[in-house]
């Protein structure tokens, strides 16, 4: 097996960790008016179209080398709130668009998406049915050549300032997740109505908002492929969500990482470094092990979407496994810098708020062991 990268991945993981670290770290965040400005930066840089197809405006990349520059910024950052909506934007809208639109609908949105002047939601989760497609009650009537659809969404990523949501609504109930499909619903249709942001526990400054849809009608040419293939849309979207979610979660890991071995290096106790304490190092060095594995298992998990060959159960277990050792790993860190992990001011412990979101977004941990159990067959 190679694990090494070309000139051209290095260069662009490179240019990554140098944007992250001069434009996406905390202080910097810090001075920008709105999520806008920094999508306008991302933008910049190709971010908001990197597996975007270049005949549409993006960079074209695999999987492999989107995980790979998502780990960078991260890296650079040190913090993956904003990256978190330009996942959202990226495998949540851009991803099912791509592999369900139809080229009139790729030429329209596409482009804005892939330039970053339009930002994307999925619309998928509902209040008393959480993810399930079987579950969902919003509904899309037929109605002329339109659809009006009812219905509520929650915890839509983007939501406040998206320009378009990808929505999953039931088109013929009797079926359950037979009968679902998608739609491409721009913001400002009549009938669509996005709430005031909700507090959350972190993966600021990204934020989300629920939807309220009351007879908001829709032309049939904004359903992404025929009725009832809402739920291969959706499986598509968790299919590049669960494989590379977490991807600018890792590169911060390694940020703290970094950040503990020169804490461990300097701080001293007792007339001693504290690394020299086993107790400490250890600590570390498991940190390292844990963190090194998750890392392999993004790469399977990218090269396993690039390739379609066991994408689905590769990804659930990168979105499962890192998401657990993103939270014990992050509490090492507190423990290793000790009361200074605790203050805000440090940003340590803000890291592991928006880690424990990884157990949840894109399905919950326990979600995705049920997932792998079924690819074992039990």
């Known amino acids: 097996m190679d694990f090494s990268w070309t000139e051209k991945q290095d260069a662009l993981y490179e240019e990554a960790v140098a944007f992250g670290r001069s434009e996406l770290s905390p202080k910097v965040l810090a001075e920008k008016s709105s999520m806008r400005a920094i999508w306008a930066q991302l933008a910049e840089i190709g971010a908001t179209g990197l597996n975007i197809p270049s005949e549409y405006g993006g960079e074209g990349l695999s999987a492999l080398d989107t995980a790979r520059v998502l780990e960078g910024l991260g890296y650079g950052a040190g913090t993956t709130g904003h990256l978190f909506g330009l996942c959202a934007h990226l495998f949540g809208a851009a991803a099912p668009l791509m592999a369900f639109g139809d080229e009139a609908q790729k030429k329209r949105w596409l482009p804005g998406l892939a330039g970053g002047s339009l930002i994307g939601?999925?619309?998928?989760?509902?209040?008393?049915?959480?993810?399930?497609?079987?579950?969902?009650?919003?509904?899309?009537?037929p109605e002329g050549d339109s659809y009006l659809i009812n219905g509520e969404k929650c915890y839509i990523t983007n939501a406040p300032y998206a320009d378009l949501f990808v929505v999953s609504a039931s088109t013929d109930p009797q079926r359950g997740a037979g009968g679902l499909s998608s739609f491409?619903?721009?913001?400002?249709?009549?009938?669509?109505?996005?709430?005031?942001?909700?507090?959350?526990?972190?993966?600021?400054?990204a934020e989300m908002s629920q939807l309220?849809?009351?007879?908001?009608?829709?032309?049939?040419?904004s359903r992404?492929?025929?009725?009832?293939?809402?739920?291969?849309?959706?499986?598509?979207?968790?299919?590049?969500?669960?494989?590379?979610?977490?991807?600018?979660?890792i590169g911060a890991l390694r940020h703290h990482l970094d950040?503990?071995?020169?804490?461990a290096r300097d701080r001293r106790q007792g007339g001693r470094?504290?690394?020299?304490?086993?107790?400490?190092?250890?600590?570390?060095?498991?940190?390292?092990?844990?963190?090194?594995?998750?890392?392999?298992?993004?790469?399977?998990?990218?090269?396993?979407?690039?390739h379609r060959k066991d994408a689905g159960k590769y990804a659930t277990m990168?979105?499962?496994?890192?998401?657990?050792?993103?939270?014990?790993?992050?509490?090492?860190?507190?423990?290793?810098?000790?009361?200074?992990?605790?203050?805000?001011e440090t940003g340590v412990e803000g890291e592991l708020r928006d880690a424990v979101g990884g157990l949840i977004h894109s399905g919950t941990a326990e979600m995705q062991l049920n997932i792998i159990a079924g690819h074992l067959g039990l």
Do not use: N
């Open 184 to 205: 491409v619903i721009e913001s400002g249709t009549e009938g669509l109505e996005v709430t005031e942001p909700s507090p959350k526990m972190g993966l600021y400054p």
């Open 318 to 344: 990168a979105k499962y496994f890192i998401g657990e050792v993103a939270v014990e790993a992050h509490l090492d860190v507190i423990q290793v810098f000790g009361g200074r992990g605790y203050l805000q």
């Open 273 to 306: 470094r504290i690394g020299h304490y086993q107790g400490v190092s250890h600590r570390i060095a498991k940190m390292a092990v844990k963190i090194e594995a998750a890392q392999s298992l993004l790469y399977r998990a990218a090269w396993s979407l690039d």
């Open 121 to 141: 939601a999925l619309a998928v989760t509902e209040p008393g049915a959480g993810s399930s497609p079987a579950e969902m009650s919003t509904q899309a009537r």
């Open 259 to 263: 950040a503990c071995v020169e804490f």
């Open 212 to 221: 309220h849809l009351a007879d908001c009608r829709v032309h049939k040419e």
């Open 224 to 249: 992404l492929s025929e009725e009832g293939r809402g739920s291969a849309c959706f499986g598509e979207a968790m299919l590049w969500e669960r494989a590379l979610i977490l991807a600018p979660r």
